[in-house]
């Protein structure tokens, strides 16, 4: 039997393209090679000119605004046909199901973005950029979300991945005459690398600030039971929030609250850090405090002037958790006679105010991102793949271990940076990587 060497046309797919639950206007969207007849079998006229809005009814009785945008010039690169028509469960339910009647196939998470993709509509870091438009939850993050969209990270990948391209060319046209490669040739070769590779390793130093910019920062205050630091949680809030007492261990749970600096931080008060106590439920808060330490960016450490000094080798124990966070260690109380005070540490005092201008100050220099840029986990992951794959170039280089695995080496580099955008430009971007991506989506996008 002749073997079927047509292909088959991918499925026409309906999606409702607008959130749950629907406002006024819902969006039902078709893609596919069979976007318009499907379309135009659910109307009861023709299907508009393309690219103009048109009024139209619809055979269940419904009225639909119709929208015709044929491929490739659609968001997918396929035909698309939108109908927007009245929200509701029941009626936007019914839209859908004359259209699978049709013969649509329902999208999945993602499938209208994975197409774009596939047609060369849309790169795999802007498909990324759009799923982090919609979760954005903080300013810092839609911004960065907008910009990968707009292509900037991608442009900056194509970039790279040029000069990497080039290089491996270079090295594999050596292949067969190795004889002709000079010793100058290799340290060009191994320049150029290196070159390369500070490039990416620049990259992954701003994608953390990236990363502090998209989420707000947690700011711990922690130190021993009435050390003070419900009473300046309080006080930098400006409001009761925790409650203060002079009997320690008042404070069991930990509570949060946003606190505006340049930009807002959570600010978390936690239980008074010690080990002595008998009571349950206080060593539960001890516990929960250290979590709260554990995923501090800063840690405002505070003991109270009226208070015996904490060895150094305690208070360095408490804080073992919290070894990325940037310690700001203060003594509260200041207005006291006669109180303590410590080289470098800040003296504050909730109850007159003193000293918290030039907490407010620290807290905010801690927290800026500093250089900043675009580049979200699996971004990261890429370049420092790519990174690595660059180091490996430099030692076989080095160590003379042949331009066969300077190539091979050099190809894996090209491969990791191409994913991010995923034009490798050797060979397809991984099954997997695609649907982790893709299916993160909400089905219509
Ligand atoms: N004089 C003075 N007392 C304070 C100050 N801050 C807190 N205290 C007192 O210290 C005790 C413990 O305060 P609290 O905020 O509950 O400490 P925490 O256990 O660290 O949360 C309370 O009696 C407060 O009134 C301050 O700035 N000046
Ligand atoms: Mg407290």
Not at 14 to 40: E, N
Not at 263 to 289: K, W
């Amino acid at each position: 039997m002749e073997p079927d060497l047509e292909p088959t046309p991918p499925a026409t797919i309906v999606g409702v393209a607008t959130g749950r639950p629907d406002g006024g206007v819902a969006i039902v969207r078709l893609s596919g090679p069979a976007a318009r007849t499907i379309a135009a079998a659910m109307l009861t006229g023709e299907l508009p000119e393309p690219r103009v809005a048109a009024l139209r009814r619809l055979v269940l009785g419904e009225r639909a605004l119709v929208l015709d945008m044929p491929g490739p010039r659609s968001f997918t690169g396929e035909d698309v046909v939108e109908l927007h028509v009245h929200g509701g469960e029941r009626n936007v339910g019914q839209v859908v199901e004359a259209a699978l009647a049709a013969g649509a196939s329902p999208a999945g998470p993602g499938d209208f973005t994975r197409r774009a993709f596939e047609h060369g509509r849309l790169s795999l870091d802007q498909a990324e950029g759009i799923a982090a438009i919609i979760g954005a939850q903080t300013q810092g993050a839609l911004d960065q979300a907008r910009r990968l969209v707009a292509g900037e990270l991608g442009r900056a990948v194509e970039a790279v991945h040029g000069r990497l391209r080039l290089l491996r060319v270079e090295v594999e046209a050596n292949l067969d005459f190795p004889e002709d490669v000079s010793a100058a040739d290799e340290a060009r070769f191994a320049e150029t690398a290196a070159s390369l590779r500070v490039e990416l390793e620049g990259w992954l130093a701003r994608f953390e600030g990236g990363r502090r910019a998209r989420e707000r920062a947690r700011v711990v205050l922690a130190g021993p039971p009435n050390a003070g630091k419900s009473s300046l949680f309080n006080a930098l809030l400006g409001r009761s929030r925790a409650l203060v007492s002079p009997t320690a261990g008042t404070t069991r749970d930990f509570v949060e609250a946003e606190l505006e600096l340049e930009r807002s931080v959570a600010l978390v008060d936690t239980a008074g850090l010690r080990e002595a106590s008998e009571d349950a439920i206080e060593l539960a808060g001890v516990a929960l405090g250290q979590d709260q330490l554990a995923g501090a960016d800063v840690v405002i450490w505070l003991e109270g002037a009226d208070q015996p000094a904490l060895a150094e080798s305690e208070r360095q124990r408490w804080l073992e958790g919290a070894d990325t966070a940037t310690v700001i260690p203060a003594l509260a109380k200041a207005d006291l006679d006669s109180p303590r005070v410590v080289a470098g540490w800040l003296s504050l005092s909730a109850h007159t105010g003193a000293g918290l201008d030039d907490l407010r100050r620290a807290l905010a220099d801690a927290v800026r991102p500093g250089e900043q840029w675009i580049g979200l986990a699996r971004h990261r992951q890429c370049a420092a793949e790519a990174v690595e794959a660059l180091g490996e170039v430099e030692a076989q280089l080095r160590e003379g271990l042949g331009l066969e695995l300077v190539a091979f080496s050099l190809a894996v580099a090209q491969t990791r940076l191409g994913a991010i955008t995923g034009h490798t430009g050797l060979g397809p971007v991984g099954e997997e990587v695609l649907h982790a991506i893709f299916s993160s989506f909400c089905i219509g996008k």
